[in-house]
């Protein structure tokens, strides 16, 4: 008896797990036979694998997709490349933090996409996990809510972006920077407008800066209860609106945003967030590069709920 035969023996349930559970490799001539079986559930069983290849060739030539650039700059020689990134432009509360990762040559992880794409904060963890125990190094930098106040938005955006450059404990060759280029940075760079979504290396630091700002929003709700910060992160959303205008502001809320200053009584501050050069190549986010700071969000919400 060939093992092919041997194979159509077991039950649906049997090869349900060693085929699509285990995903063990399906050997040649199964999902003709499959297909054959007068068992429902074994010509069911042949289709899911075939979705599923679809699926895995469609995944596989996504991520070779977001390497474009990687691969553009590993073959003029630079065999180290950071991917930079930000998170928590938007929110009325906490520290702006920046992610910088160094990926091996050719990396590739099933899900890995731009941190806003992905909902599931539980898959975002997941995803951090992976990259930190893959990656060559990674490092984290953040700008305090002090800092966001004295330099504005945009600069502590940079600056958090260039700390987490710097603590790199590998010097990277070649820096690929979401939408900016990062001040004094010491090696050659390329902002890439949507770069989370275009590169894996910046996609991979704007997931180390996700949850990284998650995380430490977790423990502010701790600090200061009533807020639901580790319901929204501090986020503009209805619900952190309503119990900032409720409880009033708490030290980590952003003086220069005006939702924050209207709560204070404060008049509103009108910043120039975005310089000249940036508008010109389409990095500012607003037209006109003039913003009421914290009058609107600077990024959609990540957790699903609307924005004011």
């Known amino acids: 008896m060939s093992s092919l035969e041997k194979l159509l023996e077991k039950s649906v349930p049997e090869l349900k797990h060693r085929f699509l559970e285990l995903e063990r490799p399906v050997p040649a001539g199964l999902l003709e036979a499959l297909e054959g079986d007068p068992r429902h559930g074994a010509q069911e069983l042949a289709r899911k694998i075939r979705e599923k290849r679809q699926k895995n060739r469609a995944e596989g030539q996504r991520l070779r997709n977001l390497l474009k650039f990687e691969v553009e700059l590993w073959a003029q020689g ?111 760079q390329r902002g890439i407008i949507h770069g989370d979504a275009l590169s894996l290396s910046i996609a991979a630091a704007s997931i180390i800066a996700k949850t990284t700002r998650d995380a430490l929003m977790v423990e502010f709700d701790r600090t200061y209860p009533g807020y639901a910060l580790a319901e929204h992160k501090g986020y503009p959303t209805p619900k952190h609106c309503a119990l900032l205008k409720a409880l009033g502001a708490t030290p980590i809320h952003r003086r220069s945003f005006n939702r924050v200053r209207e ?19 389409g990095d500012a986010l607003l037209s006109g590069g003039v913003l009421l700071a914290g009058d609107a969000p600077l990024a959609e919400d990540p957790e699903g709920e609307e924005m004011p």
Not at 136 to 156: F, K, M, P, Q, S
Request: aromatic letters at 4%; a negative charge.
């Open 78 to 188: 630079h065999l180290h490349i950071a991917g930079v990134d930000e998170a928590g432009m938007a929110p009325l509360a906490g520290p702006v933090v920046a992610g910088a990762v160094i990926l091996p040559q050719g990396y590739k992880l099933r899900g890995l996409d731009d941190s806003k794409k992905i909902i599931d904060e539980h898959k975002r963890e997941e995803l951090a996990r992976q990259i930190k125990q893959d990656a060559l190094c990674w490092a984290t930098g953040r700008a305090e809510v002090e800092e966001i106040d004295t330099l504005n938005i945009y600069h502590a955006g940079l600056l958090a972006m260039r700390r987490a450059f710097e603590a790199l404990s590998l010097k990277p060759d070649y820096v690929l920077v979401d939408a900016r280029t990062i001040p004094e940075c010491t090696v050659p």
């Open 263 to 281: 709560v204070l009584g404060l008049l509103p501050v009108q910043e120039e967030l975005f310089p000249a050069e940036a508008q010109a190549s």
